[in-house]
T-cell receptor
């Protein structure tokens, strides 16, 4: 158990809908990272937050947004969903904001857009 | 830009066979290198890392040596077990980024 909790484990929804994925980092970790893992594109970094502030942006679509709350949990919002958004979404956390901090991954949320 | 290239999978081996999963990188500078493992139904977890040239990372019988001259970080294990079946990801980081650069992942299947 990595200590990173993601909910829900599975999500099935329809095209055009909006969903929210939730992540609780390990106790004491200030950084949260979001990744998308799809069969054809491997693991893609989406966005990172450190202590409530956005620190780095990767290949995140404009339809997607995220935030980190004062209690350090984070939410990833996906809107106007398309079939191609079906993927595993992982959250990871680390102590600091620098990349040399080891990232601990949650078990992921599997999103299916029908 | 910076990139990581891994050998394509799946790699299928018999139990107790020798394992090599190739990883090469392109980077302007001196990255740190990582291997992460993803067991079925789980998230990724750090397997080993190396932060400078000639460093050897090791964990759970796996080893990888940071070779600057060949820009490689190949993962090896002398005798694999069925429980090693997983997807293995090579990754690098540069100090200037807050994100890891990931390889595509290599699926390893070990048959008893």
């Amino acid at each position: 158990d990595s200590g990173v909790t993601q909910t829900p484990k599975h999500l099935i929804t329809a095209t055009g809908q909006r969903v929210t994925l939730r992540c609780s980092p390990r106790s004491g970790d200030l950084s949260v990272y979001w990744y998308q893992q799809s069969l054809d594109q491997g693991l893609q970094f989406l966005i990172q937050y450190y202590n409530g502030e956005e620190r780095a942006k990767g290949n995140i679509l404009e339809r997607f947004s995220a935030q980190q709350f004062p209690d350090l949990h984070s939410e990833l919002n996906l809107s106007s969903l398309e079939l191609g958004d079906s993927a595993l979404y992982f959250c990871a956390s680390s102590v600091g904001q620098g990349i040399k901090n080891i990232q601990y991954f949650g078990a992921g949320t599997r999103l299916s857009v029908l | 830009g910076d990139s990581v290239t891994q050998m394509e999978g799946p790699v299928t081996l018999s139990e107790e066979a020798f394992l090599t999963i190739n990883c090469t990188y392109t980077a302007t500078g001196y990255p740190s290198l990582f291997w992460y493992v993803q067991y079925p139904g789980e998230g990724l977890q750090l397997l080993l890392k190396a932060t400078k040239a000639d460093d050897k990372g090791s964990n759970k019988g796996f080893e990888a040596t940071y070779r600057k001259e060949t820009t490689s970080f190949h993962l090896e294990k002398g005798s694999v077990q069925v429980s090693d079946s997983a997807v293995y990801f090579c990754a690098l980081d540069m100090d200037s980024n807050y994100q890891l650069i990931w390889g595509a992942g290599t699926k390893l299947i070990i048959k008893p």
